[in-house]
């Protein structure tokens, strides 16, 4: 997933104990530190008797401070502390974005059983726009013979994220009509701009279809008129197609589909007929460009925050064996 822009506030950063009573597990090494002092004070008593010299790097505080630091880690470890931040994430109000994935079964095509499918593509590049304009709202859609919503835009990227990753799925949901494996209709698209996919406030709307461009029979004259771009609206759709790809069922291609090679007049049609814009999938900076051209700046709001969290409880495990070693060794050598 492409890296972020920071946009917003960094809040304090704040540590939190899940199991703060665990942390009296380090009270088991009073019984050590005891036995580690008769232990020494015997040894000492002998050494006297016999006149020998006091061993080097072998002494009582040495001792002591080891197992005292083992057992305090420990103790740390076992009460689960938790660094967790928050960052303000700011948003603009007057801009909205709205990513319609076509969600039929010919979007599962790919090159060969396990290679990555159409929509896999798809995914990747919504991501990517995404990651270049996290402080504009998206939503995310979906289309087969009709236009169905996963989530409104969104200032929330954690929330698009999970939901391009976990909720945009062929045939999810399915289409009213069980038909062929072509079950994409672009005639549904006409009703976005009229039926409150996009917030009130938003006053620049960008929408971005990523489809193969195999489509039922509707009328692009129709459409055109419900999509044309003007100041507040603008249609980017994106074609995400290969001449060689097919649907596989079990390893095995599905000798029902063809790749339809009139997809790309389909869509650069759709393009001009709307007064937008329509590119393959390999053009994802020039769809970035005329993006940015069209949203331009706004002010931001903070639309909430962004919580992390991060335990250092292995962390504090690792720091235990230090210590330990110089036991070990004192033991050994």
């Known amino acids: 997933m492409p890296a972020r822009s920071a946009v917003g506030t960094e809040a304090p950063v704040h540590v939190t104990l899940l199991t703060p009573l665990a942390a009296l597990v380090a009270l088991a090494a009073v019984p050590a530190l005891i036995a580690a002092v008769r232990a020494d004070g015997r040894?000492?008593?002998?050494?006297?008797?016999?006149?020998?010299?006091e061993p080097v790097g072998r002494s009582l505080a040495t001792t002591l401070g080891a197992i005292g630091a083992v057992a305090t880690l420990v103790g740390v470890a076992a009460a689960q502390p938790v660094v967790e931040t928050s960052r303000s994430h700011d948003v603009r109000a007057d801009a909205e974005v709205l990513v319609v994935f076509d969600t039929s079964r010919s979007m599962s095509a790919s090159v060969g059983p396990g290679s990555s499918t159409?929509?896999?593509?798809?995914r990747t590049l919504a991501h990517a726009l995404h990651a270049q304009f996290d402080d504009v709202p998206m939503g995310i859609t979906s289309l087969t013979d009709r236009v169905l919503p996963y989530?409104?835009?969104?200032?929330?990227?954690?929330?698009?994220?999970a939901t391009l990753d976990e909720s945009v799925a062929i045939e999810n949901p399915p289409p009213l009509r069980e038909i062929a494996t072509q079950a994409t209709q672009f005639g549904a698209l006409a009703r976005i701009p009229t039926t409150n996919f996009f917030s009130p406030s938003a006053s620049k709307r960008l929408l971005v279809v990523l489809s193969d461009g195999e489509s039922t029979p509707?009328?692009?004259?129709?459409?055109?008129t419900a999509l044309r771009a003007s100041d507040q609206f603008f249609p980017i759709f994106i074609h995400v197609w290969r001449p060689n790809e097919r649907v596989f069922t079990?390893?095995?291609?599905e000798t029902g589909y063809e790749p339809?090679?009139?997809?790309?007049a389909t869509i650069a049609k759709l393009g001009a007929a709307t007064q937008g814009l329509s590119v393959d999938d390999v053009q994802l900076k020039r769809v970035v460009r005329t993006a940015k051209a069209f949203l331009g700046t706004g002010n931001r709001f903070a639309s909430g925050s962004e919580h992390t969290s991060r335990a250092l409880a292995q962390f504090s495990l690792l720091a235990a064996l230090v210590p330990l070693a110089v036991l070990f060794r004192r033991r050994v050598f």
Do not use: E, H, M
Not at 43 to 53: P, T
Not at 118 to 122: G, I, N, V, W
Not at 151 to 161: Q, R
Not at 260 to 264: A, F, K, L, T
């Open 218 to 224: 509707f009328s692009i004259a129709g459409l055109a």
């Open 118 to 122: 159409r929509l896999d593509r798809a």
């Open 151 to 161: 989530i409104f835009p969104s200032g929330n990227a954690k929330v698009v994220d």
């Open 260 to 264: 339809d090679p009139r997809s790309g």
């Open 250 to 253: 079990n390893g095995a291609a």
């Open 43 to 53: 040894a000492r008593a002998v050494r006297q008797r016999l006149a020998l010299s």
